[in-house]
């Protein structure tokens, strides 16, 4: 029997801090090939940050990192919500690997044409930096399936209900902990949040 969760917690901060990410939006199923490079271009950009003073270029403020776990948007297209199956090629999406404080905007689009120039990908049009603030959210790690999600999202529901939270959005947050190329199904470890009130 797979484990859904090992913790729920209720954020009680009302605006967690702005973040800086590097993201590519789009829409279909994230088993398919368009999906799996977006990832890849989104860390070859992340990787060539961390390494930049390795190629001369040391930004103003860098500090040694880890390069951060990949995370996502999630939403899904009008005229699939009513449907009783979901239906992942109208699934809509935003991937997005968090950057270092020291990024900015000038310095993105210096990573990314010169990414461009070492390794071209059509998506690197695609790629925009940008911050995300949430505000007031209930999470949970889920342990798992990505398709046993909804387990998680049900006992999620159940502790806004209790706790006399409302979900403002259908979009919910994943921030994934295990590389699904190396870790077992059962095991990988999700992240999963949404935004109440």
């Keep these: 029997m797979t484990r859904s969760c090992i913790c729920l917690k209720i954020n009680l901060n009302l605006l967690l801090p702005k973040f800086k990410f590097l993201m590519i939006d789009g829409k279909g199923n994230p088993n398919s090939e368009e999906f799996s490079e977006a990832i890849g271009v989104l860390y070859s950009l992340s990787y060539a940050v ?9 930004p103003e403020g860098y500090f040694d990192f880890s390069v951060f776990p990949l995370e996502g948007l999630w939403d899904l297209a009008e005229e699939a ?27 993105a689009l210096q990573f ?73 199904p059962e095991k990988l470890k999700t992240v999963l949040r949404f935004k109440v009130e």
Aim: charged share 30%.
């Design 112 to 184: 990314i044409n010169r990414v461009k120039l070492k390794k071209p990908h059509p998506l690197l049009e695609r790629v925009r930096f940008g911050c995300l603030e949430e505000g007031l959210c209930v999470q949970m790690l889920h342990i798992g399936p990505y398709d046993d999600e909804t387990k998680s999202f049900s006992i999620m529901k159940d502790y806004c209900i209790s706790n006399n939270l409302s979900r403002i959005t259908k979009i919910h947050r994943e921030i994934y902990l295990s590389d699904a190329r190396k870790v077992q």
């Design 50 to 58: 961390k390494m930049s003073p390795k190629k001369d270029i040391i």
């Design 81 to 107: 919500r009513a449907k009783e199956i979901l239906d992942k090629n109208s699934l809509i999406y935003t991937i997005m690997i968090r950057q270092p404080d020291f990024m900015t905007d000038e310095l």
